[in-house]
């Protein structure tokens, strides 16, 4: 599974869009989505988008409830 599909089952998880998370990032919409389709994203980013999704990062999303997506 790539780091772009967890990011979307993440999301689908938490009821939020991929524009609701890249203005969290301080990202343009569409640059993000670009960065979606290259699925190049870094530990530090992918800690960040876990952290945004209240989810701990350890390869996967790991959420309060216990639901490990990735």
Same mark, same amino acid.
Request: aromatic fraction near 8%; charge should be neutral.
């Given at each position: 599974?790539?780091?772009? #599909? %967890?990011? &979307?089952?993440?999301?689908?998880?938490?009821?939020?869009? +991929?524009?609701?998370?890249?203005?969290?990032?301080?990202?343009?919409?569409?640059?993000?989505? #670009? %960065?979606? &389709?290259?699925?190049?994203?870094?530990?530090?980013?992918? +800690?960040?988008?876990?952290?945004?999704?209240?989810?701990?990062?350890?390869?996967?999303?790991?959420?309060?409830?216990?639901?490990?997506?990735?």
């Amino acid at each position: 599974m790539t780091n772009a #599909q %967890r990011i &979307k089952m993440a999301l689908a998880y938490k009821n939020m869009s +991929e524009a609701q998370l890249a203005r969290e990032l301080d990202s343009t919409p569409s640059a993000f989505n #670009q %960065r979606m &389709k290259t699925d190049k994203f870094t530990s530090e980013e992918l +800690e960040r988008i876990a952290t945004i999704l209240n989810a701990e990062y350890k390869a996967s999303f790991v959420f309060p409830d216990g639901t490990q997506i990735g």
